[in-house]
């Protein structure tokens, strides 16, 4: 039996990728539920208003508004006004996650000035959260038992296009 290595695309293709930058985030500790929501709301926004909208996020001064993954979630004040397009006043802070996709964007504007890109005219016009790997683990207890320690982890795709 012979062994090869993954082998892995973008989940868009594009005609013309030269006025197109993109970045990925592989097998981050984050929820992909939440860094879905988080996506959502990032997708046709300049890069500079998402980063200052992550920005706001991580200082719990903006919610991200849930639109599926939204049981058992408190409602928060002003949210169906700033976002009229979801109207749920559902939503959380999720820090971690805004932190690791900040530091995506961050990248992906790296990736756009080493491409010869203006970063003043990128549009975000794909982002994917998608399911990484699934750790298992087992810790030892006593008596001869073991706990459970799962983890899921998330692998993140942002593109965009200079405008």
């Known amino acids: 039996m012979v062994w090869s290595m993954p082998v892995w695309s973008y989940s868009?293709?594009?005609?013309?990728?030269?006025?197109?930058a993109k970045a990925v985030l592989w097998d981050a500790p984050i929820s992909r539920k939440e860094a879905y929501e988080i996506l959502k709301i990032l997708k046709g926004m300049k890069l500079a208003d998402a980063k200052k909208f992550l920005d706001e996020v991580l200082a719990m001064k903006r919610v991200v508004p849930y639109s599926r993954y939204k049981l058992s979630?408190?409602?928060?004040?002003?949210?169906?006004?700033?976002?009229?397009?979801?109207g749920s006043p559902v939503g959380r802070y999720?820090?971690?996650t805004a932190r690791y996709i900040l530091k995506l964007l961050n990248n992906l504007e790296n990736n756009a000035e080493s491409k010869g890109l203006d970063t003043d005219r990128l549009i975000i016009i794909h982002a994917a959260a998608h399911r990484g790997p699934y750790?298992?683990?087992?810790?030892?207890?006593?008596f001869g038992r073991a706990t459970?320690?799962?983890?899921?982890?998330?692998?993140?795709?942002?593109?965009?296009?200079?405008?």
Not at 76 to 86: E, I, Q, R, V, Y
Not at 135 to 142: G, I, N, Y
């Open 73 to 86: 979630i408190a409602h928060k004040p002003g949210l169906a006004d700033s976002f009229p397009k979801w």
């Open 148 to 163: 459970p320690r799962f983890r899921s982890l998330t692998h993140v795709e942002i593109l965009v296009r200079e405008v």
């Open 135 to 142: 750790l298992k683990r087992w810790m030892p207890r006593a």
């Open 12 to 20: 868009i293709k594009l005609r013309d990728e030269s006025r197109v």
């Open 94 to 96: 999720p820090i971690k």
